[in-house]
């Protein structure tokens, strides 16, 4: 019975992950990285691509190893390419690592509870949640990670190791380095601990399993040199002290001196603490250590495997505390879930905007002239750059001229990142040039950012004053033209 129990309780923390995640997968409007996704797999709109094309498309961006893109196309084939079905990837993939979390804690020997715990310390961890409605393959790295990690345990403990071990702990290893560059820094941490602790004919075996999955990730290694340098030319890492207050906001479910308090005593009293410390300050160091050479760091999730020995360390502070300190990290996990500010709070965040702002924006753009000019104010300057791909997307059927607010160009030809400036000193001329021969200007705002200190110039440059046609608190529009022309299929009171 008591079996049956544990069993029940982890498939209710499963359901309950999975429940929060999909009423979240349709409230936000993709950003940056997710139109990235679809890109390189070819999903939505985006030219459909061969296996070999999605390799390409992987190859020349450099940001991850092609693990995911691939996964993300062949899911697509089967599940379709809309927004929920890309996302749910992501939610499916997430809700095995929390199964495989379980398995990990029981091969820790945590205890007969301790896989219900330490699977709700993933299920409430606001900050791995998170990525479980969002189209990027940050719960793929967790699972492989996890993976790897329950691979190698299982090697160890067995009576005997078997081929089918062996293979496995060298295929996991592969998956880890061929899913997100960083995730090496499990392997670092596996590859030590086993030189300390093993010197048996066993511990060579195991050692020439992690080389062997190293060598399945030899072919793409030119990519991730190419990768390492272009990181190291565009400097965007982290300092230390701001990567060390995005850990303890991320990993702690905004209550950092509780969380660090339950840890630090399960780092004391973990099973397999030699295991877990040394996982987890190799994984620490060698992150940091390639932040220092390629500059790579720009957001806490690219060390979200760091999770893991932290949230075991956390599951056997509480054993010792009689649960409190796990019942307290719920209550704060459920929180940190429903802010808004807990993940924007976090270095280099960005926030999408919500759906329903571009389901407004199509809408409103079907009722405009074919030559109407559409312009976006929707991100403050120095973060605009990131909508660019994200206007492209879904104003992609659209045959509107457009472009943003802050850098006056079209998008469709000129990246404004590239050309290294947003506005010069003839912005008036750059207005002209964009809106010169529209019969109207439609001018979507986000509400939520300031106006840019050029926006009078905007305005000087349209001459006709506006006239407004939509106000909600995620999306104002202002209409710029020569008439009053009512619009009969959207107007400012629906």
């Not at 927004?83 to 199964?99: D, E, I, N, Q």
């Not at 996890?146 to 691979?151: E, F, G, P, S």
């Not at 071990?165 to 499990?186: E, K, N, P, R």
Request: net charge neutral.
């Amino acid at each position: 019975m008591t079996k049956l129990l544990r069993v029940s309780l982890l498939v209710v923390l499963m359901l309950l992950a999975s429940a929060q995640s999909i009423g979240r997968i349709g409230t936000h409007a993709l950003w940056y990285d997710e139109v990235l996704s679809l890109q390189m797999s070819g999903g939505a709109h985006f030219t459909a691509a061969s296996l070999g094309e999605v390799l390409a498309r992987v190859a020349d961006d450099r940001g991850w190893p092609p693990l995911y893109n691939v996964t993300l196309a062949v899911w697509g084939q089967l599940a379709g390419w809309s927004t929920f079905a890309a996302r749910y990837l992501s939610l499916l993939v997430g809700v095995l690592s929390l199964a495989m979390m379980a398995r990990l804690a029981h091969l820790l020997g945590m205890g007969k509870w301790g896989s219900v715990a330490a699977v709700s310390v993933l299920a409430f961890s606001a900050f791995y949640t998170y990525y479980l409605a969002e189209m990027r393959g940050y719960t793929l790295y967790m699972l492989v990670v996890l993976w790897q990690a329950c691979a190698y345990w299982q090697a160890r403990q067995a009576p005997r190791l078997t081929f089918a071990a062996w293979a496995t702990l060298a295929l996991s290893t592969g998956v880890v380095l061929l899913t997100h560059y960083i995730a090496s820094v499990s392997l670092v941490g596996i590859g030590a601990h086993l030189l300390l602790t093993t010197r048996t004919r066993r511990g060579v075996w195991l050692l020439g399993a992690l080389a062997a999955g190293t060598l399945l990730f030899s072919p793409w290694a030119i990519y991730a040199l190419q990768a390492i340098a272009t990181e190291r030319a565009m400097q965007r890492g982290l300092d230390v002290i701001t990567l060390a207050q995005g850990i303890a906001q991320a990993f702690s479910n905004g209550v950092p001196l509780l969380f660090l308090a339950a840890a630090t005593l399960g780092a004391l009293v973990a099973p397999r603490r030699a295991f877990l410390g040394l996982w987890a300050a190799c994984m620490l160091v060698t992150a940091l250590l390639f932040n220092s050479l390629t500059s790579f760091l720009f957001h806490v999730r690219h060390i979200i495997a760091l999770l893991v020995p932290f949230a075991l360390w956390l599951v056997a502070g509480g054993q010792k505390l009689r649960g409190v300190p796990l019942l307290l990290w719920i209550v704060a996990g459920v929180v940190a879930q429903r802010s808004d500010t807990f993940m924007a709070s976090l270095p280099r965040h960005v926030t999408p905007l919500p759906a329903a702002y571009f389901e407004a924006v199509v809408a409103i753009a079907a009722c405009t002239a074919p030559e109407d000019a559409l312009i976006f104010h929707t991100a403050p300057t120095d973060t605009s750059w990131t909508h660019d791909v994200v206007l492209g997307y879904y104003l992609h059927p659209l045959p509107n001229p457009y472009a943003q607010l802050d850098a006056m160009l079209d998008l469709r030809y000129i990246n404004a990142l590239a050309m290294g400036f947003y506005y010069g000193e003839d912005y008036a001329g750059r207005v002209r040039a964009v809106t010169g021969d529209a019969p109207a200007v439609w001018l979507f705002i986000n509400p939520a950012v300031p106006l840019f200190e050029k926006f009078d110039t905007f305005a000087e440059v349209l001459e006709n004053p506006p006239q407004l046609i939509y106000d909600k608190p995620y999306l104002r529009v202002l209409r710029y033209a020569n008439d009053e022309v009512p619009f009969s299929c959207y107007d400012k009171e629906n």
